[in-house]
């Protein structure tokens, strides 16, 4: 009999201990849900990768009679931010002792000829334009 309640009070305790462990779980998911849901929301919407569609570049697709038919041809903006930190100094020194450094625009171009043209130009951009307004 003694050893029939030693089982008995052991059976009981690892009863009451998977209890414990059960509702110590379903607590944590309820607060979970409850209380910290909204910012366990945001951070996964936050985190989400976006889908966007890109086009493909194809090459150049040519006939049966080795003819071209189709081809890519890749083009680009180019833009200069002439409100950078870098640019907008309050002497304005940065950009005047940096604006002859830029590259050739390509190698068939001269760059003497075009060194004043490209000077004037940005000089120009990156002056102050008052806006009068009436």
């Given at each position: 009999m003694?050893?029939?309640?030693d089982?008995?009070?052991?059976s009981?305790?690892?009863?009451?201990?998977?209890?414990?462990?059960?509702?110590?779980?379903?607590?944590?998911?309820?607060?979970?849900?409850?209380?910290e849901?909204?910012?366990?929301?945001?951070?996964?919407?936050?985190?989400?990768?976006?889908?966007?569609?890109?086009?493909?570049?194809r090459?150049?697709?040519?006939?049966?009679?080795?003819?071209?038919?189709?081809?890519?041809?890749?083009?680009?903006?180019?833009r200069i931010?002439?409100?950078?930190?870098g640019?907008?100094?309050?002497k304005?020194?940065?950009?005047?002792?940096?604006?002859?450094?830029?590259?050739?625009?390509?190698p068939?171009?001269?760059?003497t000829?075009?060194?004043?043209?490209?000077?004037?130009?940005?000089?120009?951009?990156?002056?102050?334009?008052?806006?009068?307004?009436?």
């Amino acid at each position: 009999m003694e050893i029939k309640k030693d089982i008995l009070w052991r059976s009981y305790l690892c009863l009451i201990g998977m209890g414990i462990f059960a509702v110590a779980i379903v607590g944590r998911v309820v607060f979970l849900q409850q209380v910290e849901g909204n910012y366990w929301r945001n951070m996964s919407d936050s985190l989400h990768t976006a889908y966007m569609d890109l086009d493909a570049d194809r090459g150049t697709i040519y006939s049966e009679e080795g003819r071209m038919l189709s081809t890519s041809i890749p083009y680009f903006d180019i833009r200069i931010d002439f409100k950078a930190d870098g640019l907008r100094d309050k002497k304005k020194t940065i950009f005047k002792d940096n604006v002859d450094s830029s590259p050739a625009p390509s190698p068939t171009c001269s760059w003497t000829a075009l060194r004043p043209t490209i000077k004037r130009y940005c000089r120009k951009a990156t002056r102050k334009r008052t806006v009068t307004s009436s």
